[in-house]
């Protein structure tokens, strides 16, 4: 997906959350599903937790289980790679 793809959350009832902008799905068990998403890397984190739905071609993803965070953090592909001689040289 390329930076200009729109991502949504919506999350209803603290129980259905519906992503879309997702890349692909890193990990997850019964408490935390981390997602690659276009916007940064995504965890989801609660109780009873079950992915229902995944398409990755469309980039959609359903998540239903009692959600009690989400947070978003970057991933090693969105930093700037920064050469060894630039970071010695700071």
Do not use: A
């Not at 690659?36 to 109780?47: A, D, F, P, Q």
């Not at 970057?74 to 630039?86: D, F």
């Amino acid at each position: 997906m390329d930076e200009k793809t729109v991502q949504s959350l919506v999350l209803e009832n603290k129980e259905v959350l519906n992503v879309t902008g997702v890349e692909s799905v890193d990990n997850f068990n019964d408490e935390t599903v981390v997602l690659l998403t276009c916007k940064g890397r995504l965890t989801i984190k609660g109780e009873k937790l079950n992915i229902s739905k995944l398409n990755v071609d469309e980039g959609k993803l359903i998540v239903k289980g009692l959600i009690n965070s989400l947070v978003y953090s970057e991933y090693e592909g969105q930093r700037e790679k920064v050469s060894l001689v630039k970071r010695l040289f700071k």
